[in-house]
């Protein structure tokens, strides 16, 4: 018997600390998703170096209540999955957006964003923003445009000396 409450206390502190070290966790409904679907969808986190893994909802809810997030324990409610990523913000909620508009079945129900309770609307927001590439690309343009617009004065200004000479 006490073999099995140590395994659950390890599993409690192993979703605490995936709770506490991740900067980005959203939590899924997943019921109607066929195993194909799960197949794709663990494919796609894992390439964005996502973790997605289903505890049991009394195991989240003790490891909510250790790390402070006891707000999350109204969304345990039904299949759960849980998708963390250390690294990455936007990963989470950008691969779990992308794939709930191809599939109905897959809800997103919450999470948490660099530390705070997160709404649906919020993780969605997060999913519509740009990769870090598309921003890096954004910026450039945005720094190369007086550049641009001075060279296309500067030829201008070129062609009108050379026609008024």
Known sequence: ??????LKKQQVDQIAEKLQNSKTTVLVDYRGLDVEEVTELRKQLREAGVDFKVYKNT??????EKVGF???NELLVGPTAIATCVEDAVAPAKVLG???KEHEALEIKGGVIEGQIA???QIKELAELPSHE???????SVLQAPVRDFAYVTKAVAEQKEEGA
Request: net charge negative; proline share 0%.
């Open 59 to 64: 195991m989240t809810r003790f490891a909510t």
């Open 1 to 6: 018997m006490s073999n099995v409450l140590e």
């Open 134 to 140: 598309g921003l890096v690309s954004m910026l450039l």
């Open 119 to 121: 709404t649906i609307d």
């Open 70 to 72: 006891e707000d999350l």
């Open 98 to 100: 992308q794939f709930a």
